[in-house]
Structure formats: C-alpha cells, structure tokens
C-alpha cells in the first residue's frame, strides 16, 4: 500500500512539471523508474513524453520496455505502431496496428495512411472505407479517401466521397480542388471550371492548382485566364518547368511567339538543365528567325 501510494505520487509530481517543465518531469520519472523500473504507468508517461516532443526513437525504447513488461498493453503497441509512423518505418508501423484488435477511427485512418506510403492504395482504400461505420467529425478522412479513389482512377467514387464531404463541412478549397481534378479527368470539363473556380474563391494557391486550372480553362476558351493562372503558377513555383511548359504552349498555340520566347528565355534563367524547355527554346529562335527573314 505505501508503495503505491508512493508510486502515486511520483506520477501526479511527473504530470504536474509537464506543461511547464517537461525535462523535470522526465527526471522525476527516471528518479521513479530506479525505484519501480517495472513501472509501467511510469514508462508509459515517459514514452508519452518523448512522443510529444517528437523525440520517437526514444519512445520507441521505451514503449518496447512495457510490452517486455506487459506484451499485450494495447496503448503501448499503437503508440508504439504511430511512432514508426512518425519515422516513416511504415511496414513496422502496419505489423503493430495488426496486433490491436479493436478497430477505432485514428487506427484505420493511421494504418491506412502507412499502406498508401508503401504503395499498396488498393488496401489503404479497403481500411479506410472501415472507418464511415463510425461518427466521423473530422474532413481529413473523406479528403484522404477521395484521393486514394483519384490515385486509383475511381473518379467517380472520388467525386462522390467529396459530395458527403460537401454536405457535412461546407464548401472548402481543398474539396473543390479535388473535385474539379476528377471532373478534369472524367473529361467533364464544365464542371471541372466550376470546381476551380470555387476553389479560386476558397484561397487554394498552388502551382500545381493553376496549372490545371488554367489547361481547363484553355479547353473552354478561356485563354486570357489560363494565361494569367500560368503567370500565376511560376511565381508560386519558379522552379516548375512544366508550368513554363504549359504557358508556352498556350503562347504558340495562338502565335503569341514573342510572348513564347519571353517566358522560355525566363525558363532558362530559372531551370537551365531542362531538356524540355531547352527544344521548346529552340524550337521558338528557329520559328522567329524565319519569320525575320520573310519579313
């Protein structure tokens, strides 16, 4: 009884330096664990320490000290599956998620982030899908899974997932983003434009969103706006040759061959080592010289 209260005690001192003085609360716990080193209420915390401190491999050594311990410590074996997460040991990750037998939604959405990271999306899909028979509060999970649904080519499902998504949270940039690539791909090129514009209107800046913005509005005739969106793009991104790419194109496209060059020539300053952009550079001398000499 006195060494519970004991123990007791040196955890509650632990938690109580925590938020002001997380190294004290670790010596404390180590001053503890001398005393009861089969503690495993004070291994625990001090796993949980160094988990959010980001510290994981420390954590690691000590999550696995309680499972030594107490091999089937179900807190221990997910906090210990996340930091292999943390560090990007997604195999380890997925083998300790394997060993817990009640699923619950961080599970599923972990575990099926640590599937996507090795290439296998047609079982991240399958885990993911698990996690709507629970009450989901949050939008990452019908944002993670729609994008598993486009990397897959299941536009349509990815459309749909993205429309409950819609329902339940609103109207956000990275859902009409998201939207408007489906669209693109399904080769419903209207309502790709919607989506990007509300995504426009939603503040998403990425090099990456005007370029396919802007080849959408291209295809409907809106050249003055994909132009602008590519312009856009490389002040994003000015290292992104294939925004370069696009906006030249769209120029000789509609023998705006000056306006072509400018931006190649900008290009070579930018990305010297693409070959892309080095012909397209050419390729544009070659057409002016002979328009001079026609001239």
């Known amino acids: 009884m006195a060494d519970q209260k004991k123990l007791s005690n ?28 089969k503690s495993v209420e004070l291994l625990l915390l001090m796993a949980d320490i160094y988990f959010s401190k980001k510290i994981f491999r ?14 089937e410590n179900e807190s221990a074996i997910f906090q210990l599956a996340n930091s292999f997460l943390a560090i990007s040991e997604y195999k380890l990750a997925i083998d300790y998620y394997d060993r817990l037998y009640a699923d619950f939604p961080e599970l599923l959405y972990n575990k099926a982030y640590a599937f ?9 899909i399958t885990v993911l899908e698990n996690i709507f028979f629970y009450k989901i509060t949050s939008l990452l999970p019908y944002v993670f899974l729609a994008e598993l649904y486009f990397l897959d080519g ?25 939207m408007g690539l489906a669209h693109y791909n399904l080769k419903n090129v209207l309502k790709a434009f919607v989506a990007f514009e509300d995504a426009e209107k939603l503040q998403v800046r990425s090099a990456n969103f005007y370029k396919n913005f802007a080849l959408t509005c291209n ?41 072509a060059l400018a931006v190649a020539q900008l290009s070579r300053k930018n990305i010297p080592y693409s070959v892309t952009l080095s012909m ?16």
């Open 58 to 71: 420390k954590a690691v050594g000590v999550y696995h000290q309680v499972l030594k311990i107490d091999p």
């Open 116 to 124: 996507s990271k090795i290439g296998r999306n047609d079982i991240s």
């Open 10 to 37: 040196i955890l509650w001192q632990a938690k109580m330096q925590l938020n002001t003085n997380w190294l004290e609360s670790k010596r404390i716990l180590q001053t503890g664990l001398i005393e009861f080193p």
């Open 280 to 295: 397209l550079h050419d390729k544009l001398m070659l057409h002016l010289q002979k328009q001079d000499k026609k001239e």
């Open 154 to 178: 299941r536009h349509e499902d990815s459309i749909k997932t993205l429309e409950k998504a819609q329902l339940l949270f609103g109207k956000r940039g990275n859902i009409s983003y998201l």
């Open 219 to 259: 295809k409907i005739g809106k050249t003055e706006k994909a132009i602008d969106l590519l312009l856009n793009g490389i002040k994003s991104n000015p290292f992104d040759p294939i925004v370069y790419i696009e906006l030249i194109q769209i120029y000789m496209e509609h023998d705006r061959f000056d306006e």
